[in-house]
């Protein structure tokens, strides 16, 4: 998979950020603060550490009172963390070899958002792969993921987290190991472009040796 270095950006949300700002890459308007600094930021929002995964920490707030909630847990898990605008809207994942994107698909979560439990829990989403949109968002999903693997000097392969409000893609981040047990999200995105789960092991195996050669 990535390097210490693609592993590195990808993991700080705050640095993800501004490489997708200058790169051109749509991402929900954000703030970093550190531990100590006044929070101020527009409701309602998303609270995130900056580094975490797998959602820990991760709360929205609607209210004055739940954002110093939210702020409080997130800054439990480390001393900075991103402040970001909520959008409202599906939520689609696409998988990238480095040789080209896989098919995107759509988690509908059954709750507020994909959160933790969600992405543990069985049966709190829905997977719909390939994700049933037209073409043309299939293809700019497709072509953000590998601008997102780029800018992140990533390599092997990855997952990219979307979000669309109905006019608007927005990347949230890049997962630099997705899960891949044979009912993850990128080894279904990969059944859908016709690639067993055997034959992407065995591809990723091949895609990793050649950074040796």
Do not use: W
Not at 14 to 43: A, C, M, W, Y
Not at 86 to 99: K, N, S
Not at 111 to 118: E, I, T, V
Not at 154 to 169: A, H
């Amino acid at each position: 998979g990535a390097g210490y270095f693609g592993s590195a950006l990808a993991m700080d949300k705050g640095v993800t950020k501004q490489l997708f700002i200058n790169h051109g890459i749509p991402t929900p308007v954000g703030r970093i603060f550190s531990k100590g600094q006044e929070v101020d930021f527009p409701l309602p929002c998303i609270v995130k550490p900056c580094s975490g995964g797998s959602s820990i920490g991760v709360r929205k707030a609607f209210t004055r009172e739940e954002l110093d909630v939210a702020v409080a847990e997130a800054f439990r898990c480390e001393d900075e963390i991103l402040i970001e605008q909520v959008i409202t809207g599906r939520e689609f994942t696409c998988g990238v070899l480095e040789d080209g994107p896989l098919p995107p698909a759509e988690v509908i979560p059954k709750g507020d958002f994909y959160d933790y439990a969600h992405k543990y829990q069985d049966g709190l989403i829905t997977e719909i792969c390939p994700a049933q949109i037209s073409e043309e968002l299939t293809a700019e999903i497709q072509r953000l993921s590998m601008e997102v693997f780029k800018c992140l000097k990533l390599r092997v392969y990855s997952r990219m987290d979307f979000l669309y409000d109905g006019g608007n893609l927005y990347c949230l981040e890049a997962n630099t190991l997705p899960g891949m047990t044979p009912t993850s999200h990128l080894p279904q995105e990969a059944k859908a472009a016709g690639i067993g789960y055997e034959e992407l092991c065995m591809k990723i195996i091949d895609l990793s040796m050649k950074k040796y050669q």
